[in-house]
């Protein structure tokens, strides 16, 4: 069975704090891909990372980074000096078949709240 | 490049009623989902198509929704009849196995649908 847990419902922080979103996932497959998307306060659903199995680099994109475990099985999502405008809700995803385009499965979300 | 677009956004109806959301994918991209996001459920795949065939549809509640995609450029999603309880913001993505791209998938702006 696939499942991904992201354990924080909500977190609030103050603007230019650091905050780490948590993402836990499941799998039996040996090939995956994590991802992380975006939803504002607009609805949409907005595409920011995709890591496979293979490549456990973090990755550094400007106030963004990432950091992948394969022991723990986890793909935590860090914003450094956080701004109002990352408010939103974060989802991280799995998808572990190559060959269905990849279907997701998504996590509960994480709600994130910056204050001025 | 133009992306996943969906309409129409905002859909009011009342129980018993038939709705059609209608979705285009982006352009090349040869596999389709659709999504439903609600607050109890989160995000969860209804069924997804690969080069215009449904592959999954396990995740379609029940007889009352029904998809299709006759072309490349265009699927739809009915509920007939339509109850208050499918009341969500559903979404459709669009992905490609090819290139830097692979696997990601590109969500619209989704259909927020009310049924009263």
């Known amino acids: 069975a696939q499942k991904v847990t992201q354990a924080q419902t909500e977190i609030s922080v103050v603007e230019k704090e650091d905050v780490t979103l948590d993402c836990v996932y499941e799998?039996?497959?040996?090939?995956?891909?994590l991802f992380w998307y975006k939803q504002p306060p607009s609805g949409e659903l907005v595409f920011l990372i995709r890591?496979?199995?293979?490549?456990?680099q973090n990755e550094i994109s400007g106030r963004y980074s990432w950091n992948f475990q394969k022991s723990t099985s986890s793909f935590n999502f860090t914003i450094t000096a956080s701004q109002v405008v990352d408010s939103a809700v974060y989802f991280c995803?799995?998808?572990?078949?190559?060959?269905?385009?990849?279907?997701?499965?998504f996590g509960q979300g994480t709600e994130l709240s910056v204050k001025p | 490049d133009a992306g996943v677009i969906q309409s129409p956004r905002h859909e009011v109806t009342e129980m018993g009623q038939e709705v059609t959301l209608r979705c285009k994918p982006i352009?090349?991209?040869?596999?389709l989902f659709w999504y439903r996001q609600t607050m109890m459920r989160g995000l969860e795949l209804l069924i997804y198509?690969?080069?215009?065939?449904?592959?999954?549809d396990s995740g379609m509640p029940e007889d009352r929704f029904s998809a299709k995609m006759p072309n490349a450029s265009f699927s739809t999603l009915k509920i007939q009849p339509s109850e208050p309880r499918d009341s969500a913001v559903y979404f459709c993505?669009?992905?490609?196995?090819?290139?830097?791209?692979?696997?990601?998938?590109?969500f619209g702006a989704g259909t927020r649908l009310s049924v009263l």
């Open positions: 993505a669009s992905s490609s196995l090819e290139g830097e791209k692979l696997n990601i998938q590109y």
């Open positions: 799998t039996r497959d040996t090939t995956y891909y």
């Open positions: 890591r496979n199995s293979f490549d456990e």
């Open positions: 995803a799995l998808s572990a078949h190559y060959n269905q385009g990849g279907k997701l499965i």
């Open positions: 352009s090349g991209h040869d596999y």
């Open positions: 198509f690969n080069n215009n065939v449904p592959i999954d």
